[in-house]
């Protein structure tokens, strides 16, 4: 899991903790040793390498960290002491610190939209020219359109408008918990309702006469081929918010316009019936986060938005994304969607109008819009073409920083090999278990990791290395027991090294050989996918690590001369 500011500053304050104690020692051993030839216990050696290893792991993710940030940093071999890597940590922490409030304002401005979206669905059931609600939404689209300006959350407080959002919120809870929410809890809602909207609104919602999307009369009018409507799914947790297209506003001035219009209703429509079906709320997240991003957002500044929030989102299938994080970690899939559509221009379009001749469970028909949505991202997106380049895009946008959720971890020094994997197998466990091997015939040898890939899905693996020595890593994949090349190899030079650039190569079919570990690059990122649609498949990746280049198996392909 990728570090913030906090971490790191603990990592460092624990290892002059450690560091302090061991001078402790090392001094009374020393005296010992001066007075009557009493050698150092094996325990303190093995102490000595522990604390060398940690050094070594905090010192990699700080420089890795300082190179996202484009901080000039030291080289690696530069900082070897806690007084040489403290300057280096400062600059990134304050750097991290600055990066982490910008992105708390990001997610807030993501809230805002969202309950501002909701707010301009509201409906009032006696018709659209309620004033008090006219003027309300009036303000809901003013506070929207300044939220739409990114310069608007480019600083670093929170932008004034912020301060009247939870009054929007206030009434959305009034009408949708007006049966659920106790009276002292409603009443507060009330005053804040009344204190910013007026009376009339509070009281028109106490009479349940507003409604969240078209009212009932309004509905009956919709043209009847529309697909019928599955019944009222039981509540969530936390409801995926539905906002409608951009731009809603009514628009007169021609018959172009008219049709933009028109389609845009179509399209709130469209995801409306989609949020009936519980099977759809993986669609309706991401689809209602990309429209909030897209066209203020490249897609590599919304990789880094989504990871940083959730890293091990590839690792989710799509229709389960709902299942973790109370339903926000689908809200990442909105990268995936913004990646088809600049591939296949109107894709999104193209699935939401599908709906409208969808018939849940007919001949032929998905049984739930959620799994017709699916068919529709693998069919009319060409998923399992286009997944592999999916993966290949998010590694270039989110290593290093904010990184991706590895399922295991290789730390490579010269004395020692450290292998992190996790103690259960609960995707996105940021807890690890650590294996130290200073034995030769251990560390040289291969490193077996079977892996059970969900369909669409990807496991990340990362070695790093602080060597004097370069290495060499084998790689080999296997589905089952034939060769597979359902993987991405990715090196990130070294700190300082800006001759060097990430290079990313998909791995060989026989294995493939990444020679320069420690010289020519200072990470190398696995990625295992499947781009079965549909089967999970059981992998079992092999990584060997080799003390020079010619001891690779003469099988396997070198990355450095393909």
């Not at 051993?29 to 390498?49: F, K, N, R, V, Y």
């Not at 997240?285 to 066209?295: D, E, Q, V």
């Not at 991405?488 to 800006?498: E, F, I, K, Q, S």
Request: glycine letters at 6%; hydrophobic letters at 40%; charged letters at 25%.
């Amino acid at each position: 899991m990728a570090l913030n500011a906090d971490e790191l500053g603990k990592r460092l304050a624990a290892l002059s903790e450690q560091f302090a104690g061991l001078a402790e020692k090392l001094a009374r051993t020393a005296g010992q040793l001066q007075a009557s030839g009493s050698l150092p216990a094996e325990s303190l050696i093995d102490e000595i390498t522990k604390i060398r290893t940690d050094f070594v792991d905090v010192r990699q993710r700080v420089l890795e960290a300082a190179r996202s940030l484009s901080i000039n940093a030291p080289g690696m071999s530069e900082i070897d002491s806690l007084k040489a890597l403290g300057p280096v940590l400062e600059s990134v922490v304050r750097a991290l610190a600055l990066q982490e409030k910008r992105a708390a304002l990001a997610e807030a401005r993501t809230k805002v939209m969202a309950v501002l979206d909701r707010v301009l669905t509201v409906s009032h059931v006696d018709g659209p020219k309620f004033t008090a609600l006219v003027q309300c939404q009036a303000k809901a689209r003013e506070i929207r359109q300044a939220a739409l300006d990114p310069r608007a959350f480019d600083g670093e407080n929170a932008p004034a408008f912020l301060e009247g959002t939870p009054s929007f919120a206030a009434l959305l809870s009034m009408i949708e918990g007006r049966d659920a929410l106790d009276d002292e809890k409603f009443a507060v809602l009330e005053d804040t309702v009344t204190q910013a909207f007026g009376k009339t609104l509070a009281v028109a919602v106490t009479r349940g006469k507003l409604v969240v999307g078209a009212p009932p009369a309004q509905a009956a009018e919709r043209p009847a081929q529309a697909a019928p409507r599955a019944p009222e799914p039981p509540a969530r947790p936390v409801a995926a918010p539905v906002p409608p297209a951009p731009a809603l506003e009514p628009v007169t001035a021609s018959a172009p316009a008219a049709r933009t219009g028109a389609e845009q209703r179509e399209a709130a429509e469209a995801v409306e019936q989609a949020a009936q079906d519980e099977a759809a709320q993986w669609w309706v997240s991401a689809w209602a986060r990309w429209t909030s991003w897209k066209g203020t957002l490249s897609f590599a500044d919304a990789v880094k938005e989504e990871l940083g929030k959730y890293n091990y989102v590839l690792s989710v299938p799509i229709q389960k994304s709902t299942d973790y994080e109370e339903g926000l970690l689908a809200y990442g899939y909105s990268i995936l969607l913004d990646h088809i559509e600049h591939r296949y221009a109107g894709f999104v379009n193209k699935a939401l109008n599908s709906l409208k001749t969808f018939q849940p469970g007919a001949s032929g028909q998905s049984r739930s819009v959620g799994a017709h949505l699916y068919n529709v991202l693998v069919n009319e997106g060409r998923l399992t073409e286009q997944y592999p380049e999916f993966v290949k895009s998010v590694l270039l946008a989110a290593v290093p920083e904010p990184g991706l959720w590895t399922h295991a971890r290789i730390l490579e020094s010269t004395t020692e090999t450290r292998i992190f994997t996790h103690p259960s197998n609960r995707i996105g466990d940021p807890e690890h278990n650590s294996q130290r091997l200073t034995q030769e015939r251990q560390r040289f040898a291969d490193h077996r990791f079977p892996i059970v890939v969900a369909p669409m899905t990807t496991r990340f693996f990362a070695i790093a290395a602080d060597l004097r020595e370069p290495r060499s890593i084998d790689v080999k994949l296997l589905d089952g027991r034939n060769d597979s090349d359902h993987a991405w190899l990715m090196t990130m030079p070294p700190v300082g090294r800006a001759d060097l650039k990430p290079e990313l190569l998909r791995l060989f079919p026989e294995g493939t050989s990444v020679p320069g570990l420690g010289r020519d690059y200072a990470t190398l990122w696995v990625a295992v996918f499947n781009p079965d649609p549909h089967t999970e498949k059981k992998y079992d990746l092999t990584l060997s690590l080799k003390q020079s280049a010619k001891q690779s198996a003469g099988t396997f392909r070198s990355a450095r001369s393909a």
